[in-house]
Each structure stands twice: as C-alpha cells, then as structure tokens.
C-alpha cells in the first residue's frame, strides 16, 4: 500500500514531490510497521494534497495517528508563510482547541477510598451529555469576554487560581481573537455550554501514575509513580462548531476569489494576510479561548469535588498543563537556519516545544512542554515532554492520542454498556455515563490503542515518554 | 424504516427515503433527533420556521442546522415535525417539549450537518433519497 513512498529510515516516511500533482514540498509522516500495515490510504493522499497548498514550509506533516479527516488527515501538521501562505478551517478542525490538561493531587493509590461516590459526585459536578447545561449561564457580553480573555476571565471569576494559566499553552488564551468575526449563533450555541463536557469521545477521568520512565523530567513536572491525577479532555462545543462552519462557507468562496487551486474542495482556504483570513483566524482564537475557559471551570467543579469528599486544600491540586490539539498559531521556527514566523495548522496534533523555548513555563525550560496524550476509556495515558528534535522535525509537534477503528454502529453490535461496565468494574475502573449506549460506542476497542502511537513518536524523539498513566474512574456523556 | 445508518468511522452517516421532499425533509429531521433522544414524545411547546435556500440540498441543510440550532439553545426535544415546501421557500411547524434529563439524556450530542456529500436524488420510482452526515 505504501509502495509509492519512500521510507527514510526508522519510523519516517516521505511522500515524494509529485505523489500527486502540483506538491510543493514532500510528505512526511511517522509510522511503525504495525501502524503501517493499516494505515488508511485515504489519509495519506490527504496528507499530500496538502502539500500542494500554497506558502506551505518545508514539509506536509502527520503524526503517527494520522487518519481520514475533513480535508486535512487527523494528525495533521502544516505550517504555512506569512508572506504568501494560507490558513484553512480543515487544518484546526471542527473542534477549535480540542484539547487535554493534566491535574495532580496530593491523594496517593494506597489510601485512595470512595471511588465510586467520587466518580458519581464528579458525574454531578459536571455537566455531561446531551442537553446537560452549565450552571453558569453568561450574558452575551460576558460571554464575548470568554472569547478574548479565555482561561483567565475563569480565573477572574472564581473558577481555579491565577498558576493554572501560567501552565495552560499559550497561557489559556490566544490575543488574536475578535469577536466581531464570530457569528450570533455561535455566540448564543456557547452560552448554555461554557463549563460543559459534552458527549463522544470527551471524557473527565481519574488516573493513578502508574509508571515513571523519566524521573528527572517527572519531578520537575510535579508527578510521582502512585499519585492520583485528573485528566479532563474536551473543546469549544457547538460554539467551535458554529465558528468552523461559517467560516467555511466565506472560505470557500475565498479560495475562488484568490485563484487558489486546490486538489480538495475541503481544504478551503485564504491568504493569511486576506481579509476573509484574518477574519477566521480572530474567530477560531475566539474559540480556542472559549475551549480554555471551558476546561478551566470543569477542573474547578471537579477540584471542589475533591476538597468535598477527600478534605484536601484546593491549592494542592496543582495543574500540569493543559494542551491544545486543533488549532493555528503564529510561531517562531528556523527555516534554513534562519528564525521565521509561521502558522502552524495542528489538527489532532499536539504542539511539544523543547527545551528553552521562551512559551515553555519557566519552571519546565529545561526539561521540555509537558504534553499529554490521553486513552480512550479503559487503557493507559501518558505524560511527555516535548523535544529539540520535533523542533527540527515537526515544527514541534508531536501526536494527539489515537483514533476510532469501528464505527459506533459497529461498536454497539461487538460491545454491549452493561457487560463493559462490568469488565471494567473487574479492573477497578468505575464508570459513569449518561447511557449504556454511550458506553458501547466508546468501548476501549473501537479505538486504537494510544501505546504504539505513543512508541513512535517518542522512538522518532518527537517527545520522550515522563510517565503513564491507568484508568481508576471515568465521567463520559 | 424511513432512514438506515451506514458504516462511518467519525460520524454518523444516514439515508433517508421519503415518497416526497417534505417527508423526506421531517424524516430526515426525525433521524437526527433519534441518534440525541431515545424517547421523544411530548408535544407541549410548538415552533414554527420560514427559510428559503438556493437549491433543495442547501434548503435541507439549512433546515436541519435551524432545528438543531434550535433544540440546542433553547433546550428542547422535538418529537413531530411538519413541513410543507412550496418553490425555494420551506415552512415548518414543529411540536416538541423541554429537555428532561430523566427522560431524555444518554444520546449522542451532534453538533452539525456536513454539507459533504448532501445530494438528494429523485429515482425512477419517484421516490427521493438522500444521504447526510451529522458531525458529533
């Protein structure tokens, strides 16, 4: 299947200029031979349709969870010129700033009791599920104050401590956002949700360290083996939604408009110096922070759930970081050895600075961005730490976590709520959702397993593994 | 059955066949709310809406975000749709009732209607298909 491209050594992969036509750089992409005997061709012809984009820098980029996504692959990286580059919606996704944070507590495995009433007080702490409302109902101007001020206008407002943004990448909020580009209907879509977890593959889950393969690197972060942690995992909602979906119909038009010719009707796109472009890219960081505080007051309704039941201080409760997997950024990298401002598109893909990098909190410099890579419900998430070679390699960035393999009609055939619940009841892991039917659909074995994905991208060095961790407990909708 | 759901890794893909466009319209609407709500019956708030499109595809994707747009901030579940479509220009009534997290939580959230691949069709038979992706 992959007689076409060439293989560079290791678990690198380059899909030759002229794979298809008009590609203006090659593909590369990381994959081990496992992951590369079903790899889904689709994804790759994906991957090299965006490398006929116009501005496009060095490579068109996926990570080993690279597969089928709307116009780019998930997985997807690409980073495009200011100077005659574009930005495309299919490059963020439809769930602007889906992404990952990392909580810790001072609660160790061996005197960690009450689970199951944790896991049903976290159940109601947090809105889960279709039709769940937030408890925070916002006007629309304080919502518009969410869209430009992201994780810190939840701070302001009660919901964590001003620390958690320091470890939130981009510190929780992107400047860029204007909500003049963001529509009346995305706007009134978030004011029910802002504190929401939502449904699919979104989940809050309470994990034991279980595994600490870095030890210098796990200290710094503030993580050791045994220690209970949270990892809340969830997006923009149906404000993201919105904003990618009208944002695709003015792009569209846009792409005619600049006579840009594009192999995919799907990569739609703008000149990132264009009106209709710099209107998205407001709109998406209006997103992106709104995803930011989204997160932020989940983490407080669930840090409050602990203090409750387990009498902790709430300061003990230190955030590691919080990682944001689709979205656009302007970043700083070397390009023939010179340092120059890009865009860079990650769609299911996580940014991992290396050491030094000035965005890396300060007390993380040395070691790297910690980046988080959760399961699917029932297997083992990890903990890493960005690297100098993805700054090399990948424009830092690294991969996301692993996608669906069976359909959820498919998934509700093989796997039935009620027997899941208890299998994973027989491995001590409690988990509450809004249906069994929710439970079946997010089986563990309709998705691939996160560990090899994880393998690759730390034996390619695009970030080295700190710590993993397993399931105790799980929230889903 | 008015609609079937097809193999889709991602999302949820369905078709939906209906002797005419506006069944196939309300199926279609019915097939959307079905994968949200296992139960859907109450009756006791009622909303009508207007809309015109260029094309019927467009029409039928701007019908389905409007109700879902719908349900979604004004928290309801609807249970009977109406429609009726005379030229470029669609009018609904529908008829449904507040969200109840007893009787209506444990379905799948969807968040919107693909404009990919949303192409009805008319057959020999005289009947109208079409397939739609619902993002979740």
């Known amino acids: 299947m992959l007689e076409d491209l060439r293989k560079l050594g290791g678990v690198e992969w380059e899909i030759p200029i002229g794979y298809t036509p008009h590609m203006k750089v090659p593909g590369k992409f990381f994959l081990s031979d496992r992951l590369a005997a079903e790899v889904d061709e689709g994804a790759i012809q994906q991957l090299a349709n965006v490398a006929t984009m116009p501005g496009i820098v060095k490579y068109a980029l996926a990570m080993p969870d690279i597969h089928w996504g709307y116009g780019f692959p998930i997985g997807g990286v690409a980073a495009f010129s200011l100077d005659n580059g574009v930005i495309s919606p299919g490059g963020v996704g439809f769930d602007i700033n889906c992404g990952v944070r990392l909580v810790t507590t001072p609660l160790r495995e061996e005197d960690f009791d009450n689970r199951r009433e944790l896991i049903e007080r976290l159940f109601r702490a947090v809105p889960t599920g279709v039709g769940a409302r937030t408890s925070h109902k916002l006007s629309i101007s304080e919502l518009e104050k969410v869209l430009i001020e992201g994780a810190s206008w939840a701070v302001e407002h009660g919901y964590g401590m001003r620390e958690d943004l320091v470890h939130c990448e981009q510190g929780g909020r992107m400047e860029e956002a204007d909500t003049a580009h963001v529509s009346e209907k995305a706007i009134q879509r978030g004011i029910p949700q802002c504190g929401t977890l939502g449904s699919g593959n979104h989940f809050l889950e309470i994990q034991a360290a279980r595994e600490i393969l870095d030890a210098e690197a796990a200290e710094t972060f503030g993580i050791a083996e045994g220690q209970i942690c949270m990892m809340i995992h969830c997006g923009s909602r149906g404000l993201g939604h919105q904003v990618c979906t009208d944002h695709l119909k003015t792009l569209e038009s846009s792409t005619k408009k600049y006579q840009i010719d594009l192999p995919d009707r799907q990569l739609a796109c703008a000149p990132l110096q264009s009106k209709e472009g710099e209107a998205y890219f407001a709109a998406m960081a209006a997103a992106a922070n709104y995803a930011w505080a989204n997160r932020q007051m989940i983490m407080h309704n669930a840090r409050n759930v602990f203090t409750e039941l387990y009498g902790i201080d709430y300061e003990e409760m230190k955030l590691i970081y919080d990682v944001a997997h689709n979205v656009a950024k302007f970043e700083e990298h070397l390009v023939d050895e010179k340092r120059v401002e890009l865009c860079v598109h990650r769609k299911g893909a996580t940014r991992a600075f290396g050491p030094d990098r000035p965005e890396v909190p300060r007390e993380f410099r040395a070691i790297g961005q910690p980046v988080i890579i959760p399961g699917s419900m029932g297997t083992s998430s990890y903990l890493l730490k960005g690297t100098r070679t993805a700054m090399e390699k990948s424009f830092g960035s690294t991969c996301h976590g692993a996608g669906r393999v069976l359909s959820r009609t498919k998934a509700k055939k093989q796997f039935k709520g009620a027997t899941l619940k208890k299998e994973l009841s027989e491995k001590h892991i409690v988990i509450r959702a809004a249906s069994n039917a929710v439970i079946a659909e997010e089986a563990p074995g309709a998705y691939k397993p996160s560990d090899e994905v994880v393998r690759v991208v730390d034996e390619a060095g695009l970030s080295r593994v700190v710590a993993r961790l397993e399931p105790l407990g799980v929230i889903k909708g | ?136």
Do not use: C, W
Request: net charge negative; charged share 25%; glycine share 6%.
């Open chain 2, 1 to 136: 059955m008015p609609f079937t759901e097809l193999e889709h890794t991602a999302d949820i893909l369905v078709r939906v066949s209906a002797s005419s466009l506006e069944h196939l319209f309300a199926e279609s609407a019915n097939a959307m709310f079905s994968f949200m709500h296992e139960q859907r019956e109450g009756r006791s708030v009622m909303r009508k809406l207007s809309l015109e499109a260029a094309d019927m595809d467009a029409l039928l994707h701007d019908f389905l975000s409007e109700l879902l747009f719908m349900a979604e901030v004004d928290n309801l579940v609807f249970s009977d749709i109406e429609v009726s479509i005379s030229g470029p220009t669609l009018q609904a009534t529908v008829y449904g009732e507040l969200f109840d997290p007893d009787v209506h939580a444990g379905g799948t959230e969807i968040k919107g209607i693909s404009y990919y691949g949303l192409h009805i069709r008319e057959d020999q038979d005289h009947r109208y298909r079409v397939e739609i992706l619902f993002d979740v």
